[in-house]
């Protein structure tokens, strides 16, 4: 079988295809030896194999192109795959898959390694310290082990090295990649980062604020690249509002923050701001987002019912633990108890428990519902038996008002979201529901128990190293703009962290667990927070409190950084060396322009004056009660997601021609800008001098003074106006459309 | 066959589409995959999907069946074409006479029976994960066909790539398969849902607000500029570069006349307006030529934004619901809009050389039952209809595919809808088993088809 993926024979781009290639179909990547081992030897009446003249058989004289293959040369008569399966042939192909040894263990080296290279001299070629051997060995369960470095299969993850059909790397350029090594059904990730050493390379970051520097910079340390200096005090008020509250910060916060001259404003801004009400807002914003809150399936009512209580949550300092817990056990009227609202959504027993994987336990399933995960560790078995847990989920449907009968999606009215009896997932395969088992766990759940309590017990604890990471990971994410682990929702052996102990770090920090040998280097930072103020660990006393974890992270100066890179860093993504620029989000875009021209937006079926991080659901799926505003059509044109999927990318960022076109032309922009009685009108009708009015136009969008340039070219060109006001509308765009407004940095 | 056709893609993007992932690229045949001399670049260089929305009688149109028994067989007769041996519909008689320059499959079939999946098929190739009659629209479905060309094979001569118009489908809910999905909003349709038919059609993004000139729009420009000069690495940065251009395009479409002309019917002669007809599909048909001869590479053009079938509006969904009739609809209105189009565009893009580079593709998302029910109408049949190819790399004058004696079922030849757009998009020059990855970075061939390659020319 190790033959027939070495050779490619089983990827899904050959033979490994669901539907197999040229009549001949084997498991994608070799996970299913019986089925495998039939393919081979009984289907197509066993021309596949010749026993008695084993060069004649068609799985010798394809691959070997003596006969026609589409795929081409796979291997060479003279090679050892020829060999290997000639002989298993001429053996008259034993299964060695029934009583013979099977694989045990997979054991490569090295795990990890960094490789240093002197750049500038070698100027030819590669450099030769850029060179690695991998080497794998099977341990048998007969106990016997053996080299298989020549029969491994090696896949690069990021293709900035080459690797030889025998497990030789050679780095092609710098950076970091993983290779993984594939025998039989393990796999096995090694990385490897290509570093230059630099002779002249200096230590130049800023000294460690807290943990997080510490990991992040012991890191950066061994790449030889240095951080990004620490912001300014402008791009930081800035970058640290919108992050926790959605909103820029006003010209006067700003101005106020700017000119404090205490050492510790930082500090004292991001206490501040976790406790405002837009921190609520904008978190329970990205929950909705994954708790998929919306109106078509949960209807109105549902949707501000279940939003309220995860922003009365977040202002309440609700612990993530008991917040997750309560999502995964609710059940109930979907009127009355909020968070039953999320099996609502999730009308069989795999959205269920592929949305609870992927939301809490960072995994995502959905491979392994037709086939073994290729790069993961997860069967069919372990899919169907986790939904299992879910089966019994049933619905009461006290009432439904839909317009439309023909929609199965629609619901309006009241629902009883409850535990049938008995439930059925039935695995496709068998036509049998499998045991219910958490994921990973070896036993089946006890029939007598509730598994719903079962599951929050079991998940949303601080021994469930997987969950706590995923949090600590989400929370990183949310203001870090990349994951330790990304996507965040993605951890597998083949998709590490970038920094495994900073992810421990902070996962450990999130669960309450002490970190003897870590202890804060900023004790000012550890004296405000409440966890670690009560002088202990203990669950109830402060552990998943997500303000806690923010403000260790906040506070770090590796969430400080400026975002400008320097010649070590500028190739660095995942590391954290620089601060990650990324454009705003649709509300976050929506409410800055919203503030900075005063004018409240409309959305519909809400009074004015809702921010666009308020909505509770989506605006598309109340189309048919009122018409859409221009404010609804800027929100989704701009990637606020329709709540169809768990996960994050259903939101997206990316720019558009019809994006730029509603920046430029018709739409609530240029409706903002020319609207009467907006900060552009009270500030002319002040009669401030113009210069004056620019200045606090700066302050207000962009959070900085305009620099000397910008003051006399914008103050010329409106003094030469004809019509003040809408040059005025035209300096005001050109700031709303700069990067600086558009971007975070 | 090379497995990336390497007129079509260059090889630095064939890498990326292969993967950043761990997929393939051990594969010796990927990347020789660019080295391949054998590739032969597509023949249509771009399509104009007519969209039939609501599910034309293939028996009342291209697969007439004159023998078969009272109750299955048309009210309509049949007519001899200007391709020897195919007969069509005799309410087609203008159709009739361009059959020698297309092919039609007649044995299309798969087993979606609502429009809303059923039309997600045949928007995207790919079987929808239920037959579900309000299947919802999410990022987990595949996109369209001009999305995919979008992200493969994109325009590279300052047009749009795909351009869907004039309506947006709907059957109770978005029907799925009119946008990018997984691929992301980059690669959506510049989707126009003014009316071609209108005196005052233009495109609504290329029109400024009232208050806007376009020396306002330079000196925005300008000041936006200077902003941008003050944070200089941020104006260095790749996110910020990426909304540079895509400003710079913005305003370029605005400031010059390329897209603005090609949806600009009025420069079309009166005379040729009227041969299409001046109803919205028939100046969707004028404009679909005019795109493509301006550069668009993926053309939708939808039918209707209804299913219909009850007035003389809307899509082809004729049950006779509502003690409507489906003959009569046909006569006055399906049969008469498809005979003003479809020869007229088939017509004017040969006049006009563009003929054997622009592949047509006329289809529903079904066709009808071959029994006539109580209603004398018929009701949905995805298990055999027809699909009419015509232009761009496909025969001429050429039947695929034959269906039994009462069109209820493939006899010869069958065609997945899968195969169909495996061989559009072979058609294109791409290869259909090209690999893209959806939100959760799974590689998902573009198509699961097998290229018919009997109907290449």
Not at chain 1, 554 to 573: F, G, I, M, V
Request: charged share 25%; proline share 6%.
């Amino acid at each position: 079988m190790s033959v027939l993926s070495k050779s490619g024979c089983n990827l899904g781009t050959c033979h490994g295809n669901a539907r197999g290639k040229g009549g001949f179909q084997i498991s994608l990547r070799g996970q299913d030896p019986d089925a495998d081992y039939i393919a081979l030897t009984k289907d197509f009446f066993g021309r596949r194999i010749n026993s008695s003249n084993p060069d004649q058989s068609l799985i010798l004289l394809k691959p070997t192109m003596q006969l026609a293959h589409e795929g081409g040369k796979r291997f060479a008569i003279d090679s050892p795959e020829y060999r290997i399966l000639r002989e298993w042939i001429a053996r008259e192909t034993p299964n060695d898959s029934t009583g013979y040894r099977h694989l045990a263990e997979l054991q490569v080296t090295p795990a990890e390694v960094y490789l240093s290279a002197r750049l500038g001299e070698a100027t030819s070629g590669q450099p030769s310290e850029w060179q690695l051997q991998i080497r794998a060995t099977a341990k048998f369960t007969d106990g016997s082990s053996r080299d298989v470095t020549s029969l491994a299969v090696y896949e690069i993850a990021n293709p900035i090295a080459d690797v030889s059909h025998d497990g030789a790397v050679v780095g092609r350029s710098s950076g970091e990649t993983t290779v993984l090594v594939r025998y039989l059904n393990r796999q096995v990730p090694v990385r490897i980062a290509f570093l230059t050493t630099r002779p002249d390379f200096v230590w130049s970051g800023p000294t460690p604020a807290n943990f997080v520097d510490e990991q992040v910079f012991a890191k950066l340390k061994k790449l030889e690249i240095n951080p990004s200096p620490v912001c300014d005090d402008a791009t930081f008020v800035r970058r640290v509002t919108l992050d926790l509250l959605g909103l820029p910060p006003t010209a006067d916060d700003a101005r106020r923050f700017v000119q404090d001259a205490s050492p510790d404003k930082r500090r004292v801004l991001i206490d501040s701001l976790l406790e405002r009400p837009e921190f609520s807002d904008w978190w329970a914003l990205k929950w909705a987002d994954l708790l998929r809150i919306e109106e078509k399936t949960l209807d109105q009512k549902g949707v501000e019912n279940f939003h309220s209580w995860l922003r009365n949550a977040f202002a309440n300092h609700k612990p993530l633990d008991q917040l997750v817990k309560e999502i995964v056990a609710g059940r109930g009227s979907t009127y009355e108890v909020p968070p039953a609202n999320f099996y609502r959504a999730l009308r069989s027993p795999y959205e269920r428990s592929e949305a609870v994987g992927q939301l809490f336990l960072g995994v995502r399933l959905q491979c392994s519902k037709c086939h073994n995960h290729p790069f993961d560790q997860w069967t069919q078995d372990d899919y169907y038996s986790w939904g299992s847990v879910f089966a019994r989920v049933d619905y009461k449907i006290v009432e439904n008002h839909r317009r439309d009968t023909n929609d199965k999606h629609e619901f309006d009215g009241e629902q009883i979201v409850f535990l049938n009896e008995s439930g059925e997932a039935k695995d496709p395969r068998t036509k049998q529901t499998r045991p219910a088992k958490f994921l990973g766990e070896p036993n089946a759940l006890d029939r007598t128990r509730d598994p719903l309590d079962g599951l929050a017990e079991w998940l949303a604890d601080s021994r469930n190293d997987r969950f706590v990471q995923v949090m600590a990971n989400r929370i990183w994410q949310q203001v870090v703009g990349r994951g330790i682990v990304d996507p965040v929702d993605d951890f597998r052996v083949t998709n590490p962290a970038s920094n495994p102990s900073l992810l421990k770090a902070v996962a450990d920090e999130l669960a309450g667990t002490p970190r003897s040998e870590q202890a804060s280097l900023d004790p000012a930072i550890v004296a405000t927070s409440p966890a670690t103020a009560a002088g202990t660990s203990s669950r109830e006393e402060g552990a998943f409190d997500l303000r806690h974890l923010l403000r260790v992270i906040l506070n770090s100066k590796t969430y400080q950084l400026a975002s400008e890179p320097n010649a070590t860093n500028r190739d660095d993504e995942a590391n954290f060396s620089h601060a990650l620029i990324r454009r705003y989000t649709a509300e976050q875009l929506l409410d800055a322009t919203s503030q900075v021209l005063e004018i409240p937006l409309e959305f519909s079926g809400f009074p004015k004056g809702r921010r666009a991080a308020q909505l509770p659901g989506v605006a598309a799926n109340r189309f048919r009660k009122s018409p859409l505003t221009d404010a609804d059509r800027f929100l989704s044109l701009f990637g606020k997601p329709p709540r169809l999927q768990s996960c994050d990318c259903e939101r997206s960022d990316e720019t558009t021609l019809s994006q730029t076109f509603q920046l430029v032309g018709s739409g609530v922009i240029n409706r903002l800008l020319t609207t009467s009685g907006n900060r552009l009108e009270k500030l002319l009708a002040s009669g401030q001098p113009v210069g004056d009015i620019v200045t606090e136009l700066y302050w207000a969008s962009l959070t900085r003074p305009p620099t000397e340039e910008e003051l006399g070219v914008t103050t010329q060109f409106l003094a030469k106006a004809a019509n003040l006001r809408a040059a005025l509308e035209d300096v005001m765009w050109s700031m709303i459309n700069s990067n600086e407004f558009l971007l975070r940095r | 066959m090379s497995w990336i056709e390497s007129n079509s893609i260059p090889r630095r993007t064939a890498l990326q589409i292969g993967g950043l992932g761990m997929f393939g690229l051990t594969l010796p045949r990927f990347l020789k995959a660019a080295d391949q001399p054998n590739a032969k670049p597509g023949r249509a260089k771009s399509v104009i999907f007519l969209y039939q929305f609501g599910g034309p009688s293939h028996l009342d149109t291209f697969d007439p069946k004159p023998n078969a028994p009272d109750g299955v067989r048309s009210h309509y007769g049949v007519i001899d074409t200007s391709a020897p041996g195919i007969q069509i519909c005799d309410q087609l008689p203008k159709t009739s006479l361009v059959m020698n320059d297309v092919t039609l499959v007649r044995t299309v079939h798969h087993t979606m029976k609502n429009h809303n999946p059923a039309s997600y098929y045949a928007l995207t190739g790919h079987a929808p994960p239920l037959d579900d009659i309000r299947l919802r629209d999410s990022q987990e479905l595949f996109p369209a066909y001009g999305s995919v060309v979008d992200r493969l094979a994109p325009a590279t001569n300052g047009m749009p790539t795909f351009v869907a118009f004039p309506h947006v489908l709907r059957d109770g809910e978005i029907t799925p398969g009119q946008h990018a999905s997984f691929l992301g909003k980059a690669h959506d349709p510049l989707l126009v849902t003014a009316d071609p038919n209108d005196r005052r059609f233009s495109l609504p993004e290329l029109s400024l607000p009232a208050n806007l000139t376009a020396e306002r729009l330079q000196d925005r420009r300008e000041i936006q500029k200077l902003v941008n000069r003050q944070a200089k690495q941020l104006d260095q940065s790749a996110a910020a570069r990426g909304l540079d251009a895509y400003y710079e395009r913005t305003l370029g479409m605005l400031n010059t006349s390329k897209v603005r002309d090609a949806f600009n019917l009025e420069a079309e002669s009166a005379t040729t307006r009227d041969k299409y007809g001046r109803t919205t599909y028939g100046q969707s048909c004028l404009l679909a030529r005019r795109l493509i001869e301006s550069g668009v590479k993926f053309v939708n053009v939808y039918f209707a934004n209804n299913i219909g079938g009850r007035v003389k509006d809307g899509g082809w969904d004729t049950h006779g619901f509502d003690n409507s009739r489906m003959y009569p609809l046909l006569s006055d209105y399906h049969l008469p809009m498809t005979e003003q189009t479809l020869p007229t565009l088939i017509n004017d893009l040969k006049e006009r050389g563009l003929f054997d580079d622009t592949l047509i593709v006329w289809m529903g998302e079904f066709g009808r039952t071959p029994r006539i029910n109580d209603n004398v109408s018929r009701d949905h049949w995805p298990q055999c209809y027809t699909a009419l190819l015509a232009g761009g790399g496909v025969k001429r004058g050429f039947v695929y595919g034959t269906s039994d004696k009462q069109g209820a079922y493939p006899d010869k030849d069958p065609v997945q809808l899968d195969d169909l757009i495996a061989t559009v998009f072979d058609l294109m020059g791409i290869d259909p088993q090209t690999e893209v990855h959806d939100k959760l970075n799974r590689p998902l061939p573009i198509s699961g088809g097998r290229v018919v390659t009997a109907v290449r020319a």
